[in-house]
């Protein structure tokens, strides 16, 4: 219930609220219409004996694209950052992605706190949890170029820009 909860407060008070930075518009505009439809799934990993954390969020990855949860349009996958690098969370996900999560219509984004995402002083980071968002890759696309016809990466540094629109 912490977790749901950070991430409905990060929502709420941060994601959802108009920024001139994004042209006027919420860092994340769709993201409190999915959390008031009940349309996110919150999961939290712990540590297990025999398993490292990058293999973990790459099987947690690969079980929710598998048997994707009905109803759901982002599953997020989180754990407490001391028991994963930034680097290690962003070669799971990047091992997800080119294996199996581009073949089956799913992409997963990392957010991490000791890997600054940043949008001229706008940081974007949930800043409490090491973060896997998965979802259908077709839907974040089609709001990707909703959000390019409103302006709303205008204020984006070119290479940050390609580097998010490239995964």
Not at 72 to 84: G, L, N, T
Request: hydrophobic share 40%; with cysteine; glycine share 2%.
């Amino acid at each position: 219930m912490v977790l749901v909860n950070n991430i409905n407060k990060w929502i709420e008070n941060f994601l959802s609220v108009n920024n001139p930075t994004f042209n006027n518009l919420p860092p994340c505009p769709f993201a409190k219409q999915a959390m008031l439809d009940n349309k996110i799934l919150c999961v939290e990993i712990k540590p297990i004996d025999h398993l490292s954390m990058h293999d973990y969020f790459t099987a947690e990855l690969e079980n929710f694209s598998y048997h994707w949860p009905k109803g759901k349009e982002v599953v997020v996958i989180a754990c407490d950052p001391k028991y994963i690098s930034s680097t290690e969370l962003s070669l799971a996900v990047e091992l997800a992605n080119d294996k199996f999560l581009d073949d089956r219509g799913y992409i997963a984004l990392e957010d991490h706190p000791d890997e600054l995402e940043q949008v001229n002083d706008v940081v974007l980071n949930n800043g409490t949890y090491a973060l896997a968002f998965l979802q259908d890759k077709e839907k974040l696309n089609t709001a990707r170029r909703a959000l390019h016809k409103q302006d709303y990466y205008i204020n984006w540094d070119p290479e940050y820009y390609a580097d998010v629109l490239d995964k």
